[in-house]
């Protein structure tokens, strides 16, 4: 063969080769980012709230390049509870999480998200906090879901992410970055050291954010929130005479103030660890075949209603930030589509995976939305769930408090299984601060009984037996 002539075969190899090689990488499957934060309630972020009391630049940047949920809500507004809806996509009465309990369940019928995507050919790493009801420590990737997991502080989790996302940036993956912080606001109302980063003094409370505007409790509030509330301020700290929760019947605007600033110092905290993994993606060339979903397992109290950590149905403690960002396929903007994190986020990524969704699942997938391309179908409500345990009785005992939200578009319904008043309606249109509970008022009869009629839907849909 002339060299001419095997130059030219060579050339004509080459570009087969790179065509093959483009179009794979076209056809591969995306990687799949899932960023959580710890008790950051939805509005904590500065692409909503603006830069004068928080900024969080790169939570922003996905807003920026995605789609931000602005009515999203958590399955159940505690740690454990949501986090385990989140990975298995089931409501907490059915996989059997209603406290901070990790004992194990059954894996078979509550496979999570890493064993699903493994299962399906992706990579899959797990980096921060854990508090799931699977094996972790010296457990198989089998075992755990992961191939790869690491538990630190929040400061030292980027590092090993950063290293599982370059080692295997040829072939899928699925990482999960679980981040403690803003979480260390439990510390700070305990006057503790914060273990995931130091934020300094606060300032003068005239400089730091106002107090919330709803920081008194509602009109006509139920009872059986009253005894909650009642119920807290006896609560101790793991046996000790050291009260469990800020000192909410002491403090007043200015120490809200000051715990409001703290807690956003704490927000950004966890913002500057994100930045260190969404420049990885940007210097490694993956950002356009990376999806990123962040949200949080619940959020905080800050004050609103006197109130602080979580457990409550308040908008603070119970709706959560979510947004999808894929680079350059994402519509850019917002949805007030109903999302229900613990159920929504399987789903979701199973759609994108190309993977199957375990059954029993209820939840959508949100990537129609955030691509632009409809709504998956009509939504009228999305469920929440609570179990108060933690806070004792005037006898010592604990309270054992359950309760079930419903919200629909404009309207929250409570009912708790206590207490002479049991229900609450709130306006959410009129009334965001729920600073009245309409479920006495005569004028709104009509809607408390379309709620309770959902209410009954959703117990017979999902099998809940609450108040059966």
Same mark, same amino acid.
């Given at each position: %063969?002339?060299?001419?002539?095997?130059?030219?075969?060579?050339?004509?190899?080459?570009?087969?080769?790179?065509?093959?090689?483009?179009?794979?990488?076209? +056809?591969?499957?995306?990687?799949?980012?899932?960023?959580?934060?710890?008790?950051?309630?939805?509005?904590?972020?500065? !692409?909503?709230?603006?830069?004068?009391?928080?900024?969080?630049?790169?939570?922003?940047?996905?807003?920026?390049?995605?789609?931000?949920?602005?009515?999203?809500?958590?399955?159940?507004?505690? !740690?454990?509870?949501?986090?385990?809806?989140?990975?298995?996509?089931?409501?907490?009465?059915?996989?059997?999480?209603?406290?901070?309990?990790?004992?194990?369940?059954?894996?078979?019928?509550?496979?999570?998200?890493?064993?699903?995507?493994?299962?399906?050919?992706?990579?899959?790493?797990?980096?921060?906090?854990?508090?799931?009801?699977?094996?972790?420590?010296?457990?198989?990737?089998?075992?755990?879901?992961?191939?790869?997991?690491?538990?630190?502080?929040?400061?030292?989790?980027?590092?090993?992410?950063?290293?599982?996302?370059?080692?295997?940036?040829?072939?899928?993956?699925?990482?999960?970055?679980?981040?403690?912080?803003?979480? *260390?606001? !439990?510390?700070?109302?305990?006057?503790?050291?914060?273990?995931?980063?130091?934020?300094?003094?606060?300032?003068?409370?005239?400089?730091?954010?106002?107090?919330?505007?709803?920081?008194?409790?509602?009109?006509?509030?139920?009872?059986?929130?009253?005894?909650?509330?009642?119920?807290?301020?006896?609560?101790?700290?793991?046996?000790?005479?050291?009260?469990?929760?800020?000192?909410?019947?002491?403090?007043?605007?200015?120490?809200?103030?000051?715990?409001? =600033?703290?807690?956003?110092?704490? $927000?950004?905290?966890?913002?500057?660890?994100?930045?260190?993994?969404?420049?990885?993606?940007?210097?490694?060339?993956?950002?356009? *075949?990376?999806?990123?979903?962040?949200?949080?397992?619940?959020?905080?109290?800050?004050?609103?209603?006197? =109130?602080?950590?979580?457990?409550?149905?308040?908008?603070? +403690?119970?709706?959560?930030?979510?947004?999808?960002?894929?680079?350059?396929?994402? @519509?850019?903007?917002?949805?007030?589509?109903?999302?229900?994190?613990?159920?929504?986020? %399987?789903?979701?990524?199973?759609?994108?995976?190309?993977? @199957?969704?375990?059954?029993?699942?209820?939840?959508?997938?949100?990537?129609?939305?955030?691509?632009?391309?409809?709504?998956?179908?009509?939504?009228?409500?999305?469920?929440?769930?609570?179990?108060? $345990?933690?806070?004792?009785?005037?006898?010592?005992?604990?309270?054992?408090?359950?309760?079930?939200?419903?919200? +629909?578009?404009?309207?929250?319904?409570?009912?708790?299984?206590?207490?002479?008043?049991?229900?609450?309606?709130?306006? %959410?249109? *009129?009334?965001?601060?729920?600073?009245?509970?309409?479920?006495?008022?005569?004028?709104?009869?009509? $809607?408390?009984?379309?709620?309770?009629?959902?209410?009954?839907?959703?117990?017979?849909?999902?099998?809940?037996?609450?108040?059966?």
């Amino acid at each position: %063969m002339k060299r001419r002539d095997f130059l030219a075969e060579l050339g004509v190899a080459t570009v087969a080769t790179l065509s093959r090689r483009l179009q794979a990488a076209s +056809t591969r499957r995306p990687n799949i980012l899932l960023i959580t934060t710890d008790q950051q309630f939805a509005d904590a972020m500065s !692409c909503v709230m603006g830069r004068e009391y928080i900024n969080t630049p790169n939570i922003d940047s996905l807003a920026a390049s995605g789609t931000l949920f602005t009515k999203a809500y958590c399955a159940n507004p505690l !740690c454990v509870p949501n986090r385990t809806s989140i990975f298995t996509g089931r409501y907490p009465h059915e996989h059997g999480k209603q406290i901070n309990s990790t004992k194990a369940i059954n894996a078979d019928e509550f496979p999570n998200i890493g064993m699903v995507l493994r299962k399906a050919g992706y990579a899959t790493g797990y980096f921060g906090k854990w508090h799931l009801p699977y094996p972790f420590k010296r457990s198989t990737a089998r075992q755990s879901g992961y191939d790869q997991t690491f538990d630190a502080l929040d400061y030292k989790i980027a590092a090993p992410t950063i290293e599982f996302v370059k080692k295997n940036k040829d072939r899928p993956f699925f990482v999960v970055f679980s981040l403690m912080n803003p979480h *260390n606001i !439990c510390q700070y109302g305990r006057s503790q050291p914060l273990p995931d980063g130091d934020i300094g003094e606060a300032p003068a409370a005239r400089e730091c954010p106002p107090a919330p505007a709803n920081l008194e409790k509602a009109r006509n509030q139920s009872d059986a929130l009253e005894s909650v509330w009642q119920a807290r301020l006896r609560a101790k700290y793991k046996n000790t005479e050291k009260r469990m929760f800020a000192p909410l019947e002491l403090w007043g605007p200015d120490d809200w103030r000051k715990y409001r =600033w703290a807690y956003y110092r704490m $927000v950004e905290l966890a913002d500057k660890e994100i930045g260190k993994v969404l420049l990885t993606l940007r210097r490694e060339g993956l950002e356009k *075949n990376t999806v990123v979903i962040f949200t949080s397992d619940h959020g905080d109290g800050i004050g609103a209603h006197r =109130w602080s950590q979580k457990n409550m149905f308040y908008d603070e +403690t119970a709706r959560i930030p979510f947004i999808i960002s894929h680079k350059a396929a994402t @519509k850019i903007g917002r949805s007030d589509y109903l999302v229900n994190n613990g159920l929504d986020i %399987m789903p979701t990524i199973c759609d994108y995976a190309g993977a @199957k969704v375990p059954p029993g699942c209820k939840g959508v997938s949100l990537r129609g939305i955030a691509e632009g391309k409809g709504i998956p179908e009509k939504r009228e409500y999305v469920a929440c769930s609570t179990h108060f $345990v933690q806070d004792l009785r005037a006898d010592g005992e604990p309270i054992d408090l359950q309760g079930r939200m419903i919200r +629909t578009a404009d309207y929250k319904y409570y009912v708790f299984d206590q207490g002479e008043q049991p229900e609450m309606l709130i306006d %959410m249109k *009129n009334d965001p601060g729920e600073m009245e509970n309409l479920a006495g008022n005569p004028d709104y009869e009509e $809607v408390l009984s379309e709620h309770r009629k959902m209410f009954a839907e959703y117990k017979k849909e999902s099998g809940d037996s609450f108040l059966s």
